[in-house]
């Protein structure tokens, strides 16, 4: 039994059968994940652009027309009609504006303030959303939540996601308000 068992395995070392199977089995997954984060890191990337794009738009408004300070709900109106690419824009979008003392500068805090769509919305009012006036210096930062294309591989495994299963995205500028006429 011994010797069979031996020739068996002496066969089975020396034959090159169904090898190209188990490369075949081994390097699928790792191709697929890589494709899958590919695909999963190019529409991050787009909607990071459009975000950015929808942020500057909209904070030159608010740079250049000092009279008249749009509200939380416009500003994001306004991010949302120029960022084309993010689905549910005006859901998932939550602002932050705060004035900062250009001489003790102290920016926003590292604890971004996004929506949680798991939890009931408690308030209309934001204490992070402070307007500003003549020629002060302002930081904006913007979260978005999405859902990642493919959440269970890759990248979009990797994001840190809320209760929900929704990753945050954010953009942040800063601005000096222009003085009105």
């Not at 090159?16 to 899958?36: D, N, R, S, W, Y």
């Not at 306004?78 to 549910?88: E, H």
């Not at 979260?143 to 990248?155: E, H, Q, R």
Request: charged share 20%.
């Amino acid at each position: 039994m011994r010797r069979q068992l031996s020739s068996f395995l002496r066969r089975f070392r020396y034959s090159e059968k169904g090898q190209v199977a188990v490369e075949f089995v081994v390097m699928t997954p790792l191709l697929f994940t890589i494709f899958m984060t590919a695909i999963e890191l190019g529409v991050y990337s787009k909607r990071q652009m459009w975000l950015d794009r929808g942020l500057d738009i909209a904070v030159r408004q608010v740079r250049l027309n000092t009279d008249s300070i749009p509200t939380h709900d416009a500003l994001k109106q306004t991010i949302c009609a120029n960022a084309g690419f993010i689905p549910d824009c005006v859901q998932s979008l939550k602002l932050e504006m705060i004035l900062v003392d250009p001489r003790a500068f102290a920016g926003l805090g590292p604890d971004v303030d996004c929506v949680d769509r798991s939890q009931p919305i408690a308030s209309q009012e934001d204490p992070n959303y402070q307007q500003g006036s003549d020629h002060d210096l302002m930081i904006m930062r913007a979260c978005i939540k999405f859902d990642p294309v493919f959440p269970t591989t890759g990248l979009g495994f990797d994001f840190p996601k809320d209760s929900a299963g929704q990753a945050a995205m954010t953009a942040m500028t800063a601005f000096v308000q222009e003085p009105g006429l």
